[in-house]
């Protein structure tokens, strides 16, 4: 941004959250604009080049567009050495300006909190990617899947970047290097690879006739059956993917996958909503990962939310990855209780179309493992003891072979194995409710000249109290 715009920033900026929990509300909301480019022609704040050409860099742009303290002035210009700062425009927009504990914010904008390292467990590399790489920019972890870096260049550097060692590399990425031909070389003599991540930095960054180098020669891989394009930019710059000829790029290849990266349900605007839906309109499906973040999702009710919102714009939640231990972002991380509270309150109250897997991806390389709550509880030669998200524990015979083990008088869980009982339900189950409700109207209405209290209503009433009771058998 040049010193001689008109920053504007002492107007205040009406805010409103672009979706909202409403269920009958389609995203998105009305885009939005801050003050200072209010004036900016739609035919520029629509084009990605200048969004790219007037993202904000440095503390100097951003102590004109946001309240800081001197103190926290001087912290975060010590950070620009440390990690990058690029915000588009069309970002920095969903960011109010008024509270600064935003959930945009937090993402994009640099905080004193990241030179804080109380644990002192900060890594620069902590999935110990280089450590899996057989060739440069190359990281083979899962036998059929490899992941190529190919580029350092981001539309928006996420505060929270696992990878922020790579993206602190400044030039020489433009053209097509000796290392690119040997990531695809190494694609191309390891047949177990079924499944090839392109990641970066951001791909979708690199210039046209590099991005169509990898994707022409991995889809000439009869071996590679996907293509994923790990990408922010339809959160953070979708206008990029206004321009059809890189929708067109992209599908070309006939094996991609988008996987994208919302975190937030204030970030699927009208725009993000526009792109994702010409990709999937040009046969590329769209995933979603999202990071579990302190002070930006770290709440059932967001990402319930952000959930919903998700699948009105046909993206099919796919991880939740609770936060890497990188360099600058311990202040980001939760506990993994909260990750598995919210798991909690996601499954049986979502469809499972919007149920995420929530991982963590394990130290010294080992990969993502899910991490969620116990849904088996118990087991037998016969059977497992399963429950619900409502509570209820059920007997579960899943071979279809006689029981060996013989009645035996006892309680509980214990009673589902060697009992006669095959389910423990809750008190006042709301579910249990509405049956015993279906089923006096079932019986007055099926069977005329019936009351619920005469003797073949009545057994039906009974049957169903038992089983409301949990005493079901």
């Not at 951003?62 to 990690?83: A, H, K, M, N």
């Not at 069309?90 to 905080?111: A, E, G, K, T, W």
């Not at 180098?213 to 959160?235: K, Q, S």
């Not at 990709?279 to 919903?308: C, Q, T, Y």
Request: hydrophobic share 35%; glycine share 6%; aromatic share 6%.
């Amino acid at each position: 941004m040049r010193d001689s715009e008109d920053r504007g920033c002492s107007e205040a900026l009406p805010f409103a959250r672009v979706i909202t929990s409403d269920p009958e509300e389609e995203p998105p909301g009305r885009p939005r604009r801050h003050p200072v480019w209010r004036d900016v022609p739609d035919h520029l704040w629509d084009d990605w080049r200048w969004q790219s050409q007037n993202a904000i860099r440095s503390v100097r742009q951003l102590r004109d567009l946001l309240p800081f303290s001197p103190q926290e002035l001087e912290v975060i210009g010590d950070l620009e050495t440390e990690y990058k700062t690029a915000i588009p425009p069309y970002y920095f927009s969903l960011i109010d300006p008024d509270d600064p504990n935003d959930p945009i914010r937090i993402q994009s904008v640099p905080s004193p909190l990241e030179q804080e390292n109380p644990s002192g467990y900060e890594l620069e590399d902590p999935l110990e990617e280089d450590k899996d790489s057989p060739v440069p920019g190359l990281t083979h972890r899962y036998p059929d899947r490899a992941l190529l870096v190919t580029t350092h260049v981001c539309t928006m550097y996420c505060r929270f970047c696992t990878r922020k060692r790579a993206t602190m590399v400044r030039g020489g990425w433009d053209a097509i290097s000796r290392n690119d031909e040997r990531m695809i070389e190494y694609v191309r003599e390891h047949r177990e690879i079924r499944d090839v991540i392109v990641s970066g930095g951001d791909p979708l960054t690199l210039p046209y006739n590099k991005l169509k180098f990898f994707l022409d020669e991995l889809a000439a891989i009869p071996h590679v059956d996907v293509i994923r394009i790990g990408t922010r930019v339809p959160v953070t710059l979708p206008q990029r993917l206004y321009d059809p000829s890189l929708i067109d790029l992209l599908a070309s290849a006939g094996k991609v996958w988008i996987q994208t990266h919302f975190n937030h349900p204030r970030e699927i605007t009208p725009e993000a909503a526009r792109v994702c839906l010409a990709l999937l309109k040009a046969g590329m499906p769209v995933n979603n990962h999202s990071v579990l973040l302190k002070g930006v999702n770290d709440s059932l009710e967001v990402m319930r939310e952000l959930m919903r919102a998700l699948l009105r714009i046909k993206v099919r939640p796919y991880y939740i990855f609770h936060c890497d231990p990188v360099i600058g972002a311990g202040h980001l991380r939760t506990s993994v209780w909260k990750g598995m509270e919210i798991m909690e309150g996601l499954r049986g109250h979502l469809s499972g179309l919007g149920i995420p897997t929530y991982v963590v991806d394990s130290p010294h390389g080992g990969g993502k493992i899910p991490v969620m709550p116990n849904y088996l509880l118990s087991a037998s030669d016969d059977a497992v003891i399963l429950r619900n998200f409502e509570g209820l524990i059920v007997r579960y015979q899943a071979e279809d072979r006689p029981t060996t083990a013989q009645p035996t008088t006892t309680r509980g869980v214990s009673a589902l194995l060697q009992g006669t009982k095959t389910a423990l339900i809750p008190e006042n189950s709301e579910r249990m409710k509405r049956r015993r409700e279906l089923t006096v109207i079932n019986v007055n209405e099926t069977e005329p000249g019936t009351r619920p209290d005469d003797a073949h209503g009545e057994r039906k009433l009974k049957s169903l109290n038992v089983l409301a009771n949990g005493c079901g058998s």
